[in-house]
């Protein structure tokens, strides 16, 4: 489970790295415009699934924040 923002960086870095070794091997299989395409569809994954991984890390401090707050309402 990814509990902080440092550890989802962390993941969205490998993710990245493999997305764009991918990339760089499509380039050589399909050469031309086919393989450059496929290399941008695989660092546009790596944006959309870290885009998602960030907001499911906000969401889940916000929501964790607000059950504590219902908890203890003198704390808040």
């Known amino acids: 489970m990814i509990k902080t923002r440092f ?3 962390l993941i969205i870095y ?3 790295l493999g997305a764009m070794t991918r990339g ?3 380039t050589l299989q399909y050469p031309g415009w ?3 395409l496929l290399w ?3 660092a546009g994954a790596v ?11 906000r969401y889940e401090q916000e929501a964790k924040a607000k059950a504590e707050a219902e908890v203890n309402p003198q704390e808040a």
Not at 47 to 57: E, M, S, T, V
């Open 24 to 26: 760089a091997h499509y």
């Open 7 to 9: 550890e989802a960086y």
């Open 14 to 16: 490998a993710l990245a």
């Open 40 to 42: 941008a569809a695989t």
């Open 47 to 57: 944006f959309l699934g870290g885009a998602k991984i960030l907001d499911a890390i």
């Open 34 to 36: 086919g393989g450059y």
